[in-house]
């Protein structure tokens, strides 16, 4: 499974937590497998929560609404009890049910509990955590249902727990590095497809659609994440495919990722049709040999601010005196920011099995934006690439 | 624009509301036409804020990272002024700027506000808005800088803001209406184009695939809600496509949709593989008189608990005489659940250009999901359709 059970265990120990309770989508499908369709497509809305208790002695459990039950039987939930509320009209008394009809008429047959927050209190009292420390995502849950929460159980000790899920996610378990690896694969291979489509006077658009249609064929999720721009507009770091036409002797800028089994991609790749001229191949190469130096200085027990450090001084050394940038990476897995920052104040070490987009941006206005962002997994002897894609400025 | 501001300026009046912030994705770019890329991928993390003032003598704002300011120039925005947050590296002082680049590097060049909270005080000082009554929409800002706020402005009377931007999205303006249209299209496009690679043996997540692809290609995005399940499969109401393989006989549900231009579609049909039997038949025969009468019955003025009781009795009354169901239809726009419902204890009265999905699906374990949902402009004369496949079951 994905959830990093073991290092779960250990923090909720180390911080005497009793209980974890995910809320957002992301945490939810991390720390259950948990997947359902209107929690992912409408945050802020329907309500499911995780409930992930510290000793073996108590079992896991979703609380979700009763529409939301037959992704507990059919998807990829390795928590099989649920806390149900809500009306939901399915027929479940059927002679042809299957194993997996008979689980949901079960789920659906359990005591509607009204509100998620009953749900979840209930879901507490029965596992005797209703007087337990209880780490509480804070952003999933509508704040007027913790509030009830708080009042139903004024003997929990209620701390944020959006902080504890990082600190676990931080570390990737090897089902988790596949599908990273996935997406990064989807990615290259939508990047690829566009750029066979790239010659003077197709328009950025078209080239997001083919990499979508790849990113799809791949088996992967298009999530609105990926920047393309071409010549001036690549400055512009969200860049989104546009209606402008490509143009002879100018770059084009791919930056971001897609989603593959619900982890993300973030990766940057530069090209341009046909020679860009010296000052973009001077910059890209001092970019590329900051992001380049970053990752081999990559291995565990190394200092995230000394990452940051080597690739701003390579940029700066080899090309671009003035180079600024508020980090050189981010952690990344189910959520496109995990920990840790490759920034200037991050004290952290690197552990091993964190996966890293290392990247070296640059956006200057009226010129061009320009990048190198590959994705690595940290291991003992340091990084070990999940992006196959070479790093030089690519002239189609 | 997308933005209902007439209405807002009423609803406002009467609820004695000064301001309005709205902090969800949906709303912040139903309100502001911004659309910032990790503010809709990453729920819960970036903070980005539309405030909207009630009367025409201050200026409407955004709160946004630095990091997102590009959006505010290059996309919808009808928003022009932004206070900003945080640290972004982009040079801009070179020579070859554009109108757009000069407008941007402005925004770059603002103060600094440190974080989305003191943005967002400044912006409502800024306004004489500190003593005001605030609607601030409660699920997209984090509860540790909604605090904040409340800190700094003691004199203002803040209160939730989510129930006021659904009541404004309730009633749709004619660009709301052209987009949810290119969503319906963009979504019956799809399905059509999965149906033709329906024959037995084919896999659930090959017409998926298919049905992505085509979306793309007609400008939507896919958002991972369109379920697709056959056979059994089909009576599993949030159905995913899967690895299972088409068998003659039995039928193939779609339901759900896309965005398109960020609004959302949510439609069903169903489909067979040939001749799938006579209770299929007869169910899905009562199911479409229950949808289509309720549709006839819609005009501004009815109740919506009256349609709901049209859906239902017809639906019954036609031959499946134990149907349950807890709503047959709901309001959709930029969010997929926009108000009113069409639900039993549904007091409002449906009101002119409201969208509604139209919808009675029956759901029975071991045989199957059986659906027809349809989407209408609510016009004076009554339901103009957004949809224009027919209602039959599809033999294919």
Aim: net charge negative; hydrophobic share 40%.
């Amino acid at each position: 499974m994905v959830f990093n059970e073991a290092r779960a265990r250990k923090i909720m120990a180390d911080q005497s937590i009793d209980a974890l309770v995910a809320t957002s989508p992301d945490n939810v499908t991390y720390a259950s497998g948990y997947w359902a369709m209107s929690h992912w497509a409408r945050p802020g809305g329907p309500q499911v929560y995780a409930v992930i208790p510290a000793d073996g002695g108590a079992s896991p459990c979703l609380i979700a609404g009763s529409g939301n039950l037959d992704h507990v039987v059919d998807g990829e939930s390795w928590v099989t009890e649920a806390y149900r509320y809500g009306f939901f009209a399915t027929k479940t008394d059927g002679d042809a049910l299957s194993d997996l009809d008979r689980r949901y008429a079960a789920l659906l047959k359990a005591p509607d509990h009204g509100d998620a927050a009953s749900a979840l209190v209930a879901a507490l009292r029965d596992r005797k955590l209703d007087r337990a420390r209880l780490a509480i995502e804070e952003t999933g849950i509508q704040p007027a249902l913790l509030e009830k929460v708080r009042q139903e159980l004024p003997h929990a000790d209620i701390v944020p727990g959006g902080r504890v899920f990082r600190a676990i996610r931080t570390i990737k378990t090897s089902e988790e590095i596949e599908r990273l690896r996935g997406a990064v694969r989807a990615t290259e291979h939508g990047i690829v497809a566009a750029l066979r489509l790239a010659k003077p006077g197709v328009a950025e658009r078209d080239l997001m659609a083919e990499f979508d249609r790849t990113v799809i064929t791949e088996g992967g999720v298009p999530v609105s994440s990926m920047c393309i721009g071409s010549g001036p507009r690549s400055a512009l770091s969200n860049c989104q495919a546009g209606d402008r036409r490509l143009v002879a002797g100018e770059v084009i800028r791919f930056d971001g990722g897609v989603r593959y089994r619900w982890y993300r991609s973030d990766i940057a790749r530069i090209a341009a049709l046909g020679d860009p001229g010296d000052r973009v191949k001077r910059y890209y190469g001092a970019l590329r040999a900051g992001a380049e130096r970053a990752i081999e200085a990559i291995r565990p027990g190394v200092r995230c601010a000394d990452v940051f450090r080597i690739a701003m001084d390579t940029v700066k050394k080899e090309g671009i005196a003035h180079f600024e940038r508020s980090h050189t990476g981010h952690g990344i897995g189910i959520n496109n920011y995990d920990a840790p920052d490759l920034a200037p104040k991050s004290d952290e070490l690197i552990e091993e099995n964190t996966v890293l987009c290392v990247e070296t941006p640059y956006y200057e206005l009226g010129f061009a934006g320009l990048q190198l962002e590959n994705t690595v997994v940290v291991r003992a002897h340091g990084a070990e690439p999940l992006t196959s894609l070479g790093n030089e400025l690519r002239i189609v």
